[in-house]
């Protein structure tokens, strides 16, 4: 750690020097320069270290400035009367999910979800959809924002994320039907209003924290990432729960 100390100094003060030049001599600058290049040779690791160092730095910048815009978005997070809920609806943590219905990564973290609502009867589930993927995550969201506006918003989710088949007209209203629903209510729901602006409510949040892919699962004041085991979601809601 004081040969990384010591070469930080030094690039200090050769940077200084350059945006300086009154500050130093050339010979002082020439022997900075030396001196490093003598550390390195001597101890390369000097230089992982600093790199580790600097990606340490830039880490805990961009945890704080999540937890920042996290905070500022709590209500539009957690407090959308018209979001779906899954769980328990009066939850003492929430988690909020974004995810693409196409996305296998998202498929692959329902089960685990699954798992995680049956183990723990205090956690109340927001979905934000967000069909990133193209057009037929589009027509997929489409139809299960218009099924919940009859109460069916987790029944086609788990429809459609359980086939690989494509979400045709055909195919969308074949589903609705086998699910006991309204399916020319569906279709003319898919398209309406309150579903585009739903959608493209949700793509603005995700555009304002800054999340570029899915999964991605809101908990408190931790954002979480990528398809992550049913123990990573677990510890999360724990912390969550500790802190209120």
């Known amino acids: 750690m004081k040969r990384l100390l010591l070469c930080l100094c030094l690039v200090a003060a050769a940077s200084s020097a350059s945006a300086q030049t009154s500050s130093f001599s050339a010979s002082q600058r020439q022997e900075i320069v030396r001196i490093l290049r003598e550390a390195l040779k001597a101890d390369p690791s000097i230089l992982r270290e600093a790199i580790e160092a600097l990606q340490a730095d830039d880490s805990a910048r961009d945890a704080a400035d999540t937890k920042t815009r996290l905070i500022a978005q709590q209500k539009a997070l957690t407090a959308n009367p018209t979001d779906p809920v899954a ?86 209203r074949d589903t609705a039907h086998g699910l006991g629903l309204d399916a020319a209510k569906l279709v003319t729901d898919m398209n ?28 408190g004041t931790q954002m979480i990432t990528g398809a992550v085991d049913q123990g990573a979601l677990e510890n999360a809601v724990a912390i969550a729960r500790k802190h209120g």
């Open 87 to 172: 769980g328990n609806p009066s939850g003492d943590v929430t988690i909020v999910e974004f995810y693409d219905p196409r996305c296998p990564y998202c498929k692959r973290m329902a089960s685990a979800m699954e798992s995680v609502l049956q183990k723990d009867h205090g956690i109340r589930l927001v979905y934000k959809d967000i069909p990133v993927l193209g057009p037929m995550s589009l027509a997929e969201s489409r139809a299960i924002l218009a099924a919940q506006k009859q109460g069916a918003y987790l029944k086609m989710q788990s429809a459609l994320m359980s086939t690989p088949a494509e979400p045709t007209p055909a195919m969308l």
């Open 192 to 219: 309406s209003p309150p579903v585009s602006e739903k959608i493209e409510q949700n793509l603005n949040l995700a555009h304002l924290l800054k999340v570029d892919g899915t999964p991605v699962f809101v908990i």
